[in-house]
C-alpha cells in the first residue's frame, strides 16, 4: 500500500517537472517557475535553492551516483538538469551551475548518469542520442533517428542503452560491432522507459495508455489493460521488488512481475517524474499542478509458522499470532527499510540500525554501518545482510562473523535469486560471468576448498542451497538459463564436481527448512523432489521419489515464496498467496535417516504405503550403506535386478570389494578401479573394467601391472564370439600372438585370486577383533 502525503501549503507555481533525492530523506524538485526547491522530509522543512535564468526551463534531473563517493554513502554534490534549450547544466548541491553544454537542437529531454558515473547520456527533440564525459566532453553520438528520444536508461552493467523510438524501444550496446535489439513495444509513442540493474527486467509506458514488463532480450513478460491516461512516467524501486507508474490524477505501485499492489487517485494533474529513495521506502512525484508529492510504502506482511506481521506504519510494526490472536506492536527509533521472518527470529533492518528478535519484548540492536540494506537471508544459526558496501554474516547475537569479498564485487545488484546461506556455507552468483557461482565460508568469509568456483555449462538464473545435515554434504541447486534443474555438491575434494540435472522447466524453487526435500514449479505442475541426492546414488530411482500435483489450482507463473514444515506458500501471477500442502513423511524418513534410526524408517513407509517413500529409503540406505534396508526397499518398488546386486555387494570376500561394488551401484566406475587398486585387488580391479566392457582399460591394467593378461583376452573372445565378430584392435591382436587362452588354467587363477582376498579378509577381521579397545 502507498501513504501519500502533499504539502499543499507549499508548492511551485507552475508544473514539477523532475525530482531527484539527495539522501534517504532530502529531495530536490524543479519547475517550469525556474525555482529550485530542497526538501527536507526529517524537519518537514522546504526551502528554495536558486531561481533559474528565465531562459532555462527543466525537463530532467539527475544526482551523480552516490555510491562512489567512498565506500561509505555520503551525500550526492552534482545533479545534471536539462533544459528545453538544447543545453545539459551540472549544478551544484547549493544551486550554482557548475557547466553549461550546448547538446541539441530542441529540447534536451533525458539526462543519465551510468552506473559508476563516468558517463552521461543525453536524448534531445532531434532524435539523437549522445555520449559526454563526467566533466562535460562530447564522447560520441551513439544514435541519430527522425523522432525525438523522449526516455533512455543505461543497462545494468553501463555498457548497453535502451532507448525509445516512437512506439518502439531499442537497445544498443556501446560497442559498435555488437547486435542492436529493437521491437514494437506500445500501440502509441512510448514515453518512458526504465532498466532495474538488480532484475535485469525493463519497464516502459506508453500514449496507448498501458504500462509494460519485459526481459532484456524484449520479451514482453506483462502488459497492463489500457489506462484512462497515458502513462507518463514510471520508476523501479532500487532492490527491484516493485515499481511505481505516474498517469493523470493517479499513483500505482506494482510487483516486478506486474500486478498492482496499491492505486491511489490523488488530485495533481499528471505526474511528470518519479524517483525512489536509495533505501526503496519513499517515493516522491513532480505533478502538474505544482506539487511534490510524497508516497511511503506500508502494509508489507511476513509470515512464518503462525506469525504474521505487517508493516502499519513506516517506524511500527504489528505481530500477530494466529494461533491466540494474541497482538504485539513493535516500535522502532528511524524507518523501517527491510525485514525477514525466520527460523524463529525477525529481523529489522532500519535506515541506522538492525534489530534482531527472538521475542517480541527484548530486541538484540546494534548498528548499521550503511543506512541502505537492500537484503536480507536467514540460516538457522544466522543471517546475511548486503547493503551498497557489502556482505555480512551475522550471528543472531549480533555478532559479525564473515564479510566475504571477491573481485569486481558490487554489492549494490545482488538479489535473493543470486544469493544464498546455509549454515556453514554463502553462494553467490558472479554477476561479471553468469556461468559462475563463488562459494564462501559462511564462518570465515574465505573461498570455499581451493578457491575455485563452481562453473556450469550454461548462464545461472537461480541458486539455493541446501539447509540441513553435515558441511561436507551440502548441495546446491541451480536453474539456467534454459530452465533445467541441476544438484551439484558445494564442498568437494580435488576432483571436479559432478553437475546433475534432476528437472526441466523449473520457473522457481525452494528448499524445505527443516530436511533436505526440494519443491518447484515445473512446466504446468507442482513438483517436490523428496530426496533430490538419491541422483548421485541411484540415477534411474530419481522419477520415483517425486511427488507431483497439477499446476491447474494455480494461475499463470506462479512464484514460490517459501516451504516451511509442510506448506508451501506461493505467488500467483495476479498477486494473490496460495499455499500448498506436502505430505509430512518425507521429513520424517530424512530424520531417521540422518540419526540411522532404519527400523524406524522402514516402519514408517510399511505405515504409509507409498511407493516414492520406499524409493527415497532405498537411496538413502544405499548411500549410507546400509545393503539390508536398500535391499527391503528395493524389493518394495519391484526393483528384482538391484536386489539381486545389493546381494551380490554382500556376498564379497572384503570390504574393499563390496566398497568398489556400491561405487558401481552408483554409476562411479573411476573410482570403484582407484578403491581395489589402492587396496592392491589387481584382478578385481580388472574384472570391473571387464564387467563394464572397458575392454582397453581392462588390458592397459594387466599389463601394467604383469598379471592376468590371458583373462582378459579370454574374456574379449568369448564376447567377440558371442556376436559373431572378429578381433580389429591392433593391441588385442598384438597380445593374442604370444599369449595361449587356456579357461582351465585362468578358472584357477581367478579362484586363487579369490582365495587370496578372503584370506586377506579374515586377518584384517581377526587383527581388528584383538586389538585393544580404548
Known amino acids: 500500500m502507498l501513504n501519500i502525503t502533499a504539502r499543499l501549503n507549499i508548492s511551485h507555481k507552475e508544473l514539477v517537472s523532475c525530482v531527484g533525492w539527495t539522501t534517504a530523506d532530502e529531495l530536490y524538485s524543479c519547475s517550469e517557475d525556474h525555482q529550485i526547491l530542497k526538501w527536507n522530509l526529517l524537519t518537514n522543512e522546504t526551502s528554495l535553492i536558486v531561481k533559474l535564468p528565465e531562459d532555462i526551463f527543466p525537463i530532467d534531473l539527475h544526482w551523480f551516483p552516490k555510491t562512489l563517493v567512498g565506500k561509505k554513502q555520503t551525500q ?33 529531454l533525458a539526462g543519465r548518469w551510468n552506473y559508476d558515473g563516468t558517463a552521461l547520456i543525453t536524448a534531445g527533440e532531434d532524435g539523437q542520442i549522445k555520449i559526454w564525459s563526467k566533466s562535460g566532453m562530447l564522447r560520441s553520438t551513439l544514435a541519430s533517428q527522425g523522432s525525438s528520444v523522449y526516455s ?15 512506439r518502439q524501444l531499442v537497445i544498443k550496446p556501446l560497442q559498435p560491432s ?29 500514449e496507448d495508455c498501458k504500462y509494460k514488463v519485459w526481459d532484456s532480450f524484449g520479451r514482453l513478460l506483462y502488459s497492463s489493460s489500457s489506462h484512462d491516461y497515458p502513462v507518463t512516467s514510471l520508476s523501479w524501486a532500487p532492490d527491484g521488488e516493485v515499481f511505481a507508474v505516474g498517469s493523470f490524477n493517479t499513483l500505482r505501485l506494482c510487483d516486478k512481475t506486474g500486478w498492482s499492489y496499491a492505486l491511489e487517485k490523488p488530485n495533481t494533474g499528471s505526474v511528470f517524474t518519479l524517483a525512489w529513495s ?74 541506522l540500525q538492525c534489530y534482531v528478535y527472538k521475542n517480541w519484548n527484548t530486541p538484540l540492536i546494534f548498528d548499521l554501518k550503511e543506512g541502505t540494506v537492500s537484503l536480507i537471508l536467514q540460516a538457522e544459526k544466522h543471517f546475511l545482510l ?74 545461472v538464473v537461480e541458486i539455493a542451497l541446501d539447509q540441513c545435515g553435515p558441511s561436507t554434504e551440502r548441495k546446491i541447486a541451480l536453474i539456467d538459463k534454459n530452465r533445467d ?93 496460495v499455499y500448498s500442502s506436502v505430505p509430512p513423511y518425507p521429513a520424517l524418513l ?16 510399511r505405515f504409509a504405503k507409498d511407493q516414492s517413500l520406499w524409493a527415497c529409503l532405498a537411496g538413502m540406505a544405499m548411500a549410507n550403506r546400509e545393503l539390508t534396508t536398500a535391499e527391503m526397499a528395493y ?15 554382500k556376498e564379497q570376500p572384503s570390504k574393499e570389494s563390496s566398497l568398489a561394488h556400491m561405487l558401481m551401484f552408483s554409476g562411479q566406475g573411476q573410482e570403484a578401479e582407484a578403491t581395489l587398486l589402492q587396496a592392491g585387488l589387481i584382478y578385481q580391479a580388472i574384472q570391473v573394467n571387464v564387467d563394464l566392457f572397458n575392454w582397453e582399460r581392462a588390458l592397459e591394467l594387466a599389463v601394467k601391472h604383469k598379471t592376468h593378461v590371458d583373462t582378459v583376452l579370454a574374456y574379449r573372445e568369448k564376447f567377440l564370439q558371442k556376436f559373431g565378430r572378429k578381433e580389429t584392435n591392433k593391441r588385442f591382436l598384438q597380445y593374442a600372438e604370444g599369449v595361449e587362452v587356456d579357461w582351465e588354467k585362468i578358472q584357477a587363477k581367478i579362484e586363487m585370486e579369490l582365495a587370496k582376498e578372503r584370506e586377506k579378509a579374515a586377518n584384517a577381521s581377526v587383527r581388528s577383533s584383538m586389538a585393544p579397545r580404548r
Request: aromatic fraction near 8%; include cysteine.
Open 76 to 108: 550526492a554534490e552534482i545533479f545534471v538538469l536539462t533544459s528545453t534549450d538544447g543545453k545539459f547544466h551540472l549544478v551544484s548541491k547549493i544551486g550554482r551551475i557548475e557547466k553549461s553544454v550546448e547538446a541539441h537542437k530542441g529540447a534536451v
Open 152 to 166: 533512455v536508461a543505461w543497462g545494468p552493467d553501463s555498457d548497453r542503452i535502451l532507448y525509445t523510438s516512437g
Open 178 to 206: 555488437a547486435k542492436v535489439i529493437q521491437w514494437k513495444a506500445h500501440d502509441g509513442v512510448v514515453l518512458k522507459v526504465d532498466w532495474n540493474s538488480v532484475n535485469d527486467l525493463i519497464l516502459s509506458g506508453g
Open 278 to 351: 536509495a533505501d526503496g521506502t519513499q517515493l516522491a512525484g513532480a505533478c502538474g499542478n505544482g506539487h511534490v508529492i510524497f508516497a511511503h510504502v506500508v502494509e508489507q506482511h511476513w509470515e512464518w509458522k503462525n506469525f504474521v506481521i505487517t508493516l502499519t506504519k513506516r517506524r511500527t510494526m504489528q505481530v500477530r499470532n494466529v494461533m491466540n490472536d494474541a497482538v504485539d506492536v513493535l516500535e522502532f527509533r528511524d524507518r523501517v527499510i527491510k525485514a525477514s521472518l525466520a527460523y524463529g527470529h525477525l529481523v529489522v533492518a532500519t535506515s
Open 386 to 459: 548486503v547493503d551498497g558496501a557489502g556482505l555480512y554474516t551475522f550471528s543472531y547475537e549480533g555478532r559479525l562473523i564473515s564479510s566475504p569479498k571477491f573481485p569486481g564485487m558490487r554489492a549494490d545488484i545482488l538479489n535473493a535469486q543470486g544469493v544464498s546461506l546455509s549454515n556453514d556455507t554463502i553462494a553467490i552468483r558472479d554477476k561479471s560471468d553468469e556461468k559462475v557461482v563463488l562459494l564462501f565460508d559462511a564462518l570465515t568469509g574465505k573461498a570455499l576448498g581451493d578457491g575455485k568456483p563452481l562453473t556450469h555449462k550454461l548462464e
Open 485 to 577: 534443474l541441476y544438484l551439484t555438491s558445494v564442498r568437494h575434494l580435488g576432483r571436479e564436481p559432478k553437475i546433475s540435472k534432476i528437472g526441466s522447466m523449473v520457473h522457481s524453487m525452494a528448499w524445505n527448512d527443516t530436511a533436505n526435500i526440494l519443491c518447484g514449479i515445473q512446466d504446468n505442475q507442482f513438483t517436490v523432489w523428496y530426496y533430490p541426492s538419491t541422483v548421485f546414488t541411484d540415477k534411474e530411482l530419481l522419477p520415483k521419489t517425486l511427488y507431483i500435483k497439477d499446476g491447474s489450482e494455480f494461475s499463470r507463473a506462479p512464484h514460490i515464496l517459501s516451504y516451511v514444515g509442510t506448506k508451501v506458500t506461493l505467488r500467483q501471477g495476479d498477486g494473490s498467496l
Open 590 to 605: 530424512h530424520e531417521y535417516s540422518t540419526s540411522a534410526r532404519w527400523e524406524d524408517a522402514l516402519r514408517l513407509c
Open 635 to 649: 524389493a518394495a518398488i519391484g526393483e528384482l535386478p538391484r536386489v539381486q546386486y545389493i546381494n551380490f555387494i
